[in-house]
């Protein structure tokens, strides 16, 4: 990172947002409306834009990226033909999948998409038993055998998940290479190459999920780092994946099931950077953009994990933050069902028409609509670029008001109110259904409609405050800056924890961190900004599901230590401990991260209690949560404000790519950093 700029690009389901950072301070930040069909445009297009703010594409150093195109594949259906090789007799393991129902009672519930079809199921004359002892031997003939029947397929990539193979790969390597030889330009997945764990479903499901997706992945990050490098931009480029961690674009491809969550992640990690600025040890991340709400608790600096995420009813072994995600955004659509209720989401608008407002054809009242109608978002034109087309937002929301019989106020009013619900019960999924009691955490609110909502929050749940960064609608872009590169490793071991365990969990965890350790060298990490951490699966022997642990050190005092903390954590879920029950290790689990240079943010000057009489831009009619009916509240520019600046509610901040609401009985300081801190007035 010689160079002086870093820049993050955030591809949204509505807007990509850009933030671009110098070393001396200087902040360029730029917006500009999704391309669904094709997002590399939308990237190259919102890098355009922070060049003619000023950024020299020569002096990038290094590009941040997080995407949806993984989720979007998944999501829509849309993902590369497959051929799964699977061991004889086991080619429908992906249709039995673990034996359960996704809903229970449902008769008549459709069958989960299988992935691949039947057809291209592939039975391998091989076999590993479950000590890792070959029983039958794959031969060269076989070999030979299974690489015509799958060139003669003709597939956009091949996933092989045979019996046992995280205990012995051999077979899956052997089959691998000889695919790859015969077949150059197609993606192969070996399972044991990215998920040496056991639960068979899921391991072949991890497999077959990452083939698929690996030639939109290729295409998508060749065709971004093509574009960027047509405006002059050289830089390494990193993408976003689920752990929260980035990786090089180069690798990317071949790890593309990393990148599931790749967009949510990046918010989360901008909200851990700021709470460790502010000191704050209990944060929430409250992230509403134009088609989603996610919402994540942060405790200590480190966020919640989970080794296993589900998408599309497909469980993927791969570790992810844990976050909760509701159907509310901007771009949610209002509705009256045929019962008279009002209702919000999930369904949007999306960029494409987007809400009436936006003036693009959209004829369905949206969130963002019902905010125009009630006066919160006025003319000034959003990003700086498009007018907001309130005749068009008062027939959409119109409409539903007749369905409601009330006045388009009113309607408008409900909708908020029903969105800021959703909200409200995803924070408490994430805190007081988990144990944790929510007013004594900071609410950290972003996204394009986060601040919007962000007061009637901290109304409802009583959270000790909000912060609200000083670009919300771009901080995902700005908090794939604070992330580290991140690279993970796991093995199932599958062994009583006792003393006999410990040498061979040592040699394990001290070999898996020098090899991640190497991988991090390779990509241009000093050594001294190397860091790893370790962490065991365990159970009590019989049990079916495991509890994730941290180990202290990787040492031997570090895996002897397991055994207690064990005792500790199932006391903590379930109530009981048992120290007579045998505890068992499950999986082993190493991750790498290789921290990356920091720019310090921008000091903004300092003012007095009261703002500067240019701040308030003037007043307008408006129902702001907390007065009961509308009324005319003082309007503000948040760039104009000062530190230490202090604004009574009610009123309305405005800026380039968010809105703030304070309501009655709130007010809102301006620290030295330019974050505004939301609280009920004392």
Request: charged share 25%.
């Amino acid at each position: 990172m010689a160079q002086g700029w870093t820049v993050g690009i955030d591809v949204g389901g509505t807007f990509t947002d850009a933030i671009a950072k110098h070393r001396d301070g200087r902040t360029r930040i730029a917006k500009v409306a999704s391309t669904p069909k094709d997002p590399s445009i939308a990237l190259v297009d919102v890098f355009e834009e922070l060049l003619k703010e000023g950024v020299d594409a020569p002096d990038v150093g290094l590009v941040f990226h997080g995407t949806t195109v993984a989720t979007n594949a998944m999501l829509t259906g849309r993902t590369s033909r497959v051929v799964l090789l699977a061991t004889e007799g086991f080619r429908d393991v992906m249709a039995f999948r673990n034996g359960t129902k996704p809903l229970l009672y449902d008769l008549r519930q459709p069958r989960p998409n299988e992935l691949v079809e039947r057809g291209d199921r592939i039975e391998v004359r091989e076999r590993v038993s479950g000590l890792g002892e070959v029983v039958e031997r794959l031969t060269i003939a076989e070999i030979g055998r299974v690489v015509d029947e799958v060139a003669a397929r003709g597939p956009d990539a091949v996933a092989i998940a045979f019996l046992f193979s995280y205990l012995r790969d051999e077979h899956e390597r052997a089959l691998a290479d000889a695919l790859r030889d015969a077949m150059p330009g197609v993606p192969v997945t070996a399972s044991s190459d990215i998920a040496r764990e056991f639960r068979e479903y899921p391991r072949t499901a991890t497999a077959v999920v990452n083939a698929a997706l690996r030639p939109l992945v290729g295409r998508y990050v060749a065709d971004a780092a093509d574009g960027l490098r047509a405006i002059g931009v050289e830089a390494p480029f990193l993408v976003m994946q689920s752990n929260g961690g980035c990786v090089p674009a180069e690798r990317a491809e071949r790890e593309a099931h990393r990148l599931l969550l790749s967009g949510p992640t990046a918010g989360v990690a901008g909200t851990i950077a700021l709470a460790a600025r502010h000191s704050v040890d209990g944060v929430i991340s409250f992230d509403m953009g134009g088609t989603s709400l996610d919402v994540c608790l942060v405790q200590g600096g480190v966020p919640p994990t989970t080794s296993t995420q589900t998408v599309q009813d497909h469980p993927i072994l791969v570790p992810s933050v844990d976050i909760v995600t509701a159907g509310a955004g901007g771009g949610s659509i209002a509705e009256v069902d045929r019962a008279g209720r009002l209702r919000v989401g999930p369904q949007s608008a999306g960029a494409d028409p987007g809400p009436a407002a936006y003036g693009r054809g959209g004829t369905d009242a949206t969130l963002t609509d019902a905010h125009v109608v009630a006066g919160i978002l006025g003319p000034t034109p959003l990003a700086g670029r498009w007018p907001l087309d309130v005749d068009e937002a008062e027939r959409a929301v119109s409409r539903v008001a007749r369905r409601l019989d009330l006045e388009p106020m009113r309607a408008a009013e409900g909708i908020i109110a029903v969105a800021a619900a959703h909200g409200v019960r995803a924070l408490r999924r994430v805190s007081v259904e988990r144990g944790f009691d929510p007013r004594g955490y900071a609410l950290v609110a972003f996204g394009g409609a986060g601040p919007l909502l962000a007061g009637r929050v901290l109304d409802e749940l009583r959270v000790a405050s909000v912060l609200i960064p000083p670009h919300p609608g771009l901080f995902s872009a700005e908090g794939l800056m604070a992330t580290s590169l991140r690279i993970d490793d796991g093995q199932t071991i599958l062994r009583r924890l006792d003393e006999s365990v410990v040498p061979d969990l040592l040699a394990w965890y001290r070999e898996a961190r020098a090899r991640l350790l190497v991988q991090l060298r390779d990509d241009g990490i000093p050594r001294s900004r190397i860091r790893g951490v370790a962490s065991a699966d365990c159970r009590y022997e019989g049990q079916g599901y495991e509890l994730e642990l941290p180990l202290a050190s990787i040492s031997s005092a570090g895996v002897r230590g397991l055994r207690a903390a064990f005792g500790v954590r199932h006391a903590a879920m379930y109530g009981h401990v048992d120290p007579r029950e045998a505890v068992e290790i499950v999986t082993a689990r190493v991750s790498a991260f290789g921290d990356l240079e920091r720019h310090e943010p921008e000091r903004l000057a300092r003012g007095t209690r009261i703002p500067p009489e240019d701040a308030r831009v003037g007043d307008r009619r408006a129902m702001v949560h907390g007065l009961g009916r509308p009324q005319r509240v003082p309007v503000y520019r948040r760039e104009r404000l000062r530190s230490t600046n202090v604004l009574e509610g009610p009123a309305i901040v405005e800026q380039m790519d968010s809105t703030v609401v304070i309501g009655r009985g709130q007010q809102a300081m301006v620290d030295e950093e330019g974050d505004l801190w939301l609280r009920a007035a004392r």
